[in-house]
T-cell receptor
């Protein structure tokens, strides 16, 4: 089983709202990722967690705040977003954050910021 | 950092024909090259991958080839079917921290 689940599937929020995206995997993977994908573009890496510790932050604005409460869960807390942050947010996981490791993606959360 | 170029951006093929998508990468240290298929409204799905110690890999109608010297790799889909219609992304693993660099994507349309 290579399933990564994400909730919610869709989210509409105002610029003053606070919301959270959730990601879960039960494959025993110790690396988890957040990607952002705009329409007709490839996924862009935002954050990498390795053994529940943040190992990569790709200069993402502080209005995006990741959290990894345990090895199976990954959250992305959203606050004071801008309309240009509207996108598909993808979570992925891999055995470890090492070379030659396959990343498995979830279905994504489609976010619309009004 | 790593830069991955992917061509063509769109590809229309007749059902039953073959489709080929090509990617080049810039960082000779990259050693893992996955291909993802993304259907409308879904997340990317891994369809095949290749590691740098292998030159070719095949899985039923899908094959990938890797030329490390030239720094390019290709996806080959034979006997295409309408359900192969999707956006395909190549990627290269840039470093040991798991950073995947994606190509721009190829929209494949298979017409019956």
């Amino acid at each position: 089983d290579t399933e990564v689940t994400q909730t919610p599937k869709h989210l509409v929020m105002g610029m003053t709202n606070k919301k959270s995206l959730k990601c879960e995997q039960h494959m025993g993977h110790r690396a988890m990722y957040w990607y952002k994908q705009k329409a007709k573009k490839p996924p862009e890496l935002m954050f990498v967690y390795s053994y529940e510790k943040l190992s990569i932050n790709e200069s993402v604005p502080s209005r995006f705040s990741p959290e990894c409460p345990n090895s199976s869960l990954l959250n992305l807390h959203l606050h004071a977003l801008q309309p240009e942050d509207s996108a598909l947010y993808l979570c992925a996981s891999s055995q470890v954050a090492g070379s030659q490791e396959t990343q498995y993606f979830g279905p994504g959360t489609r976010l619309l910021v009004l | 950092g790593e830069n991955v170029e992917q061509h063509p951006s769109t590809l229309s093929v007749q059902e039953g024909d073959s489709a080929v998508i090509k990617c080049t990468y810039s960082d000779s240290a990259s050693n893992y090259f996955p291909w993802y298929k993304q259907e409308l409204g879904k997340g990317p799905q891994l369809i095949i991958d290749i590691r740098s110690n292998v030159g070719e890999k095949k899985d039923q109608r899908i094959a990938v080839t890797l030329n490390k010297t030239a720094k390019h790799f290709s996806l080959h889909i034979t006997e295409t079917q309408p359900e192969d219609s999707a956006v395909y992304f190549c990627a290269a693993l840039q470093n040991s921290w798991g950073k995947l660099q994606f190509g721009a994507g190829t929209q494949v349309v298979v017409t019956p």
